[in-house]
Structure formats: C-alpha cells, structure tokens
C-alpha cells in the first residue's frame, strides 16, 4: 500500500504534525505516553514508503531557541520506540531540517527541533504565520494532521500548513474525535466533568457551555482559588487569574439558576512555597475559606476528595481534564488519585484527557485499561465538548 489515508505517501516527503509535548525532569522523559500514541501513524507512513517528516512542540518557549525545551530527548526516545534511527534536526525550517530531509530515504524519519522556537508558529498575524507555514511546507509534498493535542490551535503547523499542502487527518486524531463524538451526542445521565489543572487561563472560559451540557462539574486544580476570590475568600500565593473573578461569579450564579452542581472544594492542602527539588514538604490541610495569606493552594483535601469521589459515584459518563493538584510532588498527589479512582468505578463511560492528566494517572500507578478513553489532548478535548470548532479539524475538511 502506498497511500495513506487517501494520500499518494510512497516516496513523498510527509510532513506529520504530532503533539510530542512530553512531561520533562531536567532531560528525562518522566511520561512517554504522548510519544507511544503518535507511532501508529508514523509507522503506517513509514510502511507505506514515505519520507516521514516529524514536527512537533515541547511546551510554550517565547518563540526563539531554548535548550530547555529542545526536542533532542524525544527523538532519542521516538527511534527507540520505533526500533530505527529517527534522524533529528537542530532547528526547524532552517539548513539542518533542508539538509536531514534531503537524507531521507522512503520509510526513514526524522523529527524537526521545536516547532515553537520559530515566533511564526504561534503568531496571532496571519502574514507572520504564513510565512513560516511557506517555509515548512517547502520541506514536504504532503500533510498529515496526527497532533491531536493541538487541533484546538490556528498555529502554522496546525493549521496554515493544511492550507499549502495536500493533507489528510492522522489516525490518531480520527480516533480522539470518534470517542469525543459519544461524549457530545448522548452522553449517558448524570453527565460530570471534572476540571484542573494549572492551564487557568485557557480553560475557565470551557466552564461557559459545559454549563449547559454536563449534570455536575467538579472544580480541582489551580482552577479552585479563582473561584474562592470571586466567593470573597483568601487564597494566598495560588494561581489567579484576577480580571477572571466576576466571570467566576457568573458561572456561580448560572449554576445556581439552572440547578447544575459545581462543586468547589471545602479543604485545600496548602505549603509555604511550590515544591521544587526532592521532599518531604511542608503539606498543611485548611478550610477553603480560611487560607493563610502567605501559603499557596496546591492540592484540594481530604474532605472534597471524598465528596468528589461520591459526586463521581453515580455517574454515567464523566470527562476530567486537570489534576486535582500538584500530583508529581507525593505530598500533593492525594486528590488526583481519589478522583482518578472513582474513576475507575464508574459504571458508564469514563475519559480522561490532557498530556498530563493521562500522565498522572500512569504515575499514579493506574491501569490504562481502567479508564474507558485516555485522550491525549486535555484543552483539545475540552473545546471540542464545548462544541467549538477547532481549526486544526476544519481546515481539513
Ligand atoms: N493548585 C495547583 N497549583 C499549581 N499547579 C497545579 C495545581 N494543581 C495542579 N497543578 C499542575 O497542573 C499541571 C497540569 O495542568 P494542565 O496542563 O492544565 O493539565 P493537562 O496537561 O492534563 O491538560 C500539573 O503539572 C500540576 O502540577
Ligand atoms: O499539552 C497540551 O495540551 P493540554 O495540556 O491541554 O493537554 C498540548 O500539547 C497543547 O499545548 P499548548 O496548550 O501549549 O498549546
């Protein structure tokens, strides 16, 4: 076979944009999960005799090189799950990426440095990002779209890529839509969404539609303390975002009008400073309305991991985006692993979603198959049950 996905691959130069975007200590890949998901459609490609280009990101550098947030670990990682050389070049569309796709051979691949290291990538100016796409898709005959982790960005090699190239969607991304889609369709009642996690910004405003899709939506994460200042509570040193509080209430007073449960924790485990470097750390449990205002929120409590768990208990189908707290520390891993259990004790659809929430779960020591959907993309997964269009989907079709 010689195409993939309707597309003529054989000895073409696939561009395949994937979301490689791994949890790192230091060097060390602490979670491959992201990179184990993209290989299907990398092997597929390579089968079918294609010169497979790789080009990913790792986290959010300001658009110029930083060793940091190199991809060098991933391709070293990439080639040992692939059983083959994975051919790596130190910068994105420049002589080293000419030079290593030149190389290639039908099936070989290579993987291009962080496509986020180039300001084009994530410009909002559509001339700037056009550019850059230009300048990636000259290294290709054809694109595929497998970064499903990233469907819900209009970033050059998302989105204007699709538009210079002959495309088609990767395998990986066909699947995530496909278990997605039964979430919104007729997801079965009591419908709970859990949220968290420390992506504040971009993912309160999610809370405006679930409010009218989910049963209950339980708040976790460094999501919480935006909600507690808008109550009027302290929250300390935590995560805020301060111009969100009167949207906060907005919701609170929509949940109330329209009989939708969102529960906020009553306990919070709070420390002095964010744990960096190995423990033990200081781990104090509080009432939520009465944190100390020099201490930060990194973990919800006992109290609502259990009310949590009991609100999860019922449910028919639950979607959760974002640890319950600061999971890769010990100390403040204990939400996250009540709400992941209860989880896996529903008796109904259960999809967890979000690079590091499927890492938790794994970390925490959980069996891939307890849950019934792990999805690779947290914020994507979210916009989509939103019903949003998604850029990275329509500019496919
Ligand atoms: N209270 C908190 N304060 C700071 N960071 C938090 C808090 N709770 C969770 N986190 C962090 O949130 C991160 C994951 O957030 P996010 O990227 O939004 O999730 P996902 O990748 O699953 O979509 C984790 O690294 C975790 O340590
Ligand atoms: O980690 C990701 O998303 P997620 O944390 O919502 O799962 C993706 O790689 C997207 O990264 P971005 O949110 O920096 O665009």
Known sequence: MDTYAGLAVAGKRVLVRSD?????????????GRIRASLPTLQALSRAGARVVVTAHLGRPKGAPDPAYSLAPVAARLSELLEKPVAFATDTVGPSAQEVVAGLGDGDVALLENVRFNAGETSKDDAERGAFADELAALADAFVSDGFGVVHRKQASVYDVAQRLPHAMGGLVSTEIDVLRRLTETPERPYVVVLGGSKVS???????NLLDKADSLLIGGGMVFTFLAALGHEVGTSLLEADQLDTCRDYLRRAEESGVRLVLPTDIVVSPTFPSGPGPHDATVVAADQMPADQMGLDIGPESAAAFAAALAPARTVFWNGPMGVFEVPEFAAGTRAVAQALTEIDGLSVVGGGDSAAAVRQLGFAEDAFGHISTGGGASLEYLEGKQLPGIDVLS
């Open 202 to 208: 971009d993912k309160l405003g999610v809370i405006d």
């Open 20 to 32: 490689l975007n791994v949890p790192l200590d230091g060097g060390t890949i602490t979670d491959d």
